[in-house]
């Protein structure tokens, strides 16, 4: 199983971008997903999260700006940022609780994406 995170970039403050993971191999289900970011020095913190239920959580500090989702189908799941901020920039991550075919549920990770929020 592989995760593959896109849709990072430089944006300037005010703006958006939208993060996309891909989950890829021989996965039966996908759990709960979700998205880390690690700024310059700083511990890695969970953003956001969406159950396979549909259910969503998020740190205080996107609230209102960030909304996840996913598309089962394409085992695929997104991170629309909105109303960015410099506080933002961090490296993003997106992790995945699978089932995979002969395996037991567990948490995958993609690569990290960068987002610089700057003008």
């Known amino acids: 199983v592989q995760l593959q995170a896109s849709g990072g970039g430089l944006v300037q403050p005010g703006g958006s971008l939208r993060l996309s993971c891909a989950a890829s191999?021989?996965?039966?289900?996908?759990?709960?997903t979700h998205w880390y970011r690690q700024a310059p020095g700083k511990q890695r913190d969970l953003v956001a999260t969406?159950?396979?239920?549909?259910?969503?959580s998020y740190t205080d500090s996107v609230k209102g700006r960030f909304t996840i989702s996913r598309d089962n189908a394409k085992n695929t799941f997104y991170l629309q940022m909105n109303s960015l901020k410099p506080k933002d920039t961090a490296v993003y991550y997106c992790?995945?609780?699978?089932?995979?075919?002969?395996?037991?549920?567990?948490?995958?990770w993609g690569p990290g994406t960068q987002v610089t929020v700057s003008s």
């Open positions: 992790s995945a609780d699978i089932y995979a075919y002969g395996r037991a549920l567990a948490t995958y």
């Open positions: 969406i159950t396979s239920g549909g259910y969503r």
């Open positions: 191999g021989s996965i039966r289900s996908i759990s709960a």
